[in-house]
């Protein structure tokens, strides 16, 4: 989507203002947290800070890995181009 809103045609407005992703997680202000991974099986681990759940699987057409992280209610998952989560831990 083009940076100037005025430039974006009215169908690009109306598919960002009506996409179905996830709300993106902000990243806490300082510095970055990691993930501390703790092994909960074969191919999933979990953050021990934020309660991040991972689960690695196998591509369904390509031979390589790819990825699905989850938290509650919120989902992500390399398939769709999305990048591991930042650490947001829980209070």
């Known amino acids: ?23 993106v997680t902000p990243a806490p202000p300082g510095p970055v947290k990691r ?13 021990r800070n934020c309660d991040l759940h991972a689960l ?3 591509h369904p057409y390509a031979r390589s890995w790819w990825t699905e992280w989850n ?13 591991t989560p930042p650490c947001t831990p829980t209070a």
Do not use: F, I, V
């Open 1 to 23: 989507m083009p940076l100037n809103k005025a430039a974006a045609g009215p169908n690009q407005q109306r598919n960002a203002e009506t996409s179905l992703d996830p709300p």
């Open 35 to 47: 993930h501390r991974w703790d092994q909960t099986g074969k191919y999933s681990k979990r953050c």
């Open 56 to 58: 690695r699987r196998p």
């Open 71 to 83: 938290r509650g209610e919120q989902y992500w998952n390399t398939l769709q181009g999305d990048k």
